[in-house]
């Protein structure tokens, strides 16, 4: 066998190699992630609003279309009705 031929051969047995090895190396599994529990987030005090429960049309009453909802305490506007400054408001608007 001539030189050129096995030094051809070489040349391709070492690029077959390295490519076997930047292969395998590509194929690694990713680390295991390790879960923690975070630690649990404080209540939200919530806060019992007036809202619409339905659509109302422009000039007809409020029936049953009003109910309570939970709102966050921080969010709660001054403008808000709230169970807690008017608990009969259902009864008293549902007639408006």
């Known amino acids: 066998m001539p030189a050129s031929r096995l030094i051809i051969l070489g040349v391709a047995a070492v690029a077959a190699g390295g490519a076997g090895y930047v292969a395998k190396n590509m194929v690694v599994a ?50 808000f009705i709230t169970r807690a400054a008017e608990p009969d408001a259902v009864e008293k608007l549902k007639g408006s």
């Open 30 to 79: 990713p680390p295991a992630q390790v879960v923690v529990n975070a630690p649990a987030q404080p209540a939200v005090a919530l806060q019992d609003v007036l809202v619409l429960s339905g659509d109302v049309a422009m000039g007809s009453q409020l029936g049953n279309n009003i109910s309570w909802e939970e709102w966050p305490a921080d969010g709660v506007n001054a403008n």
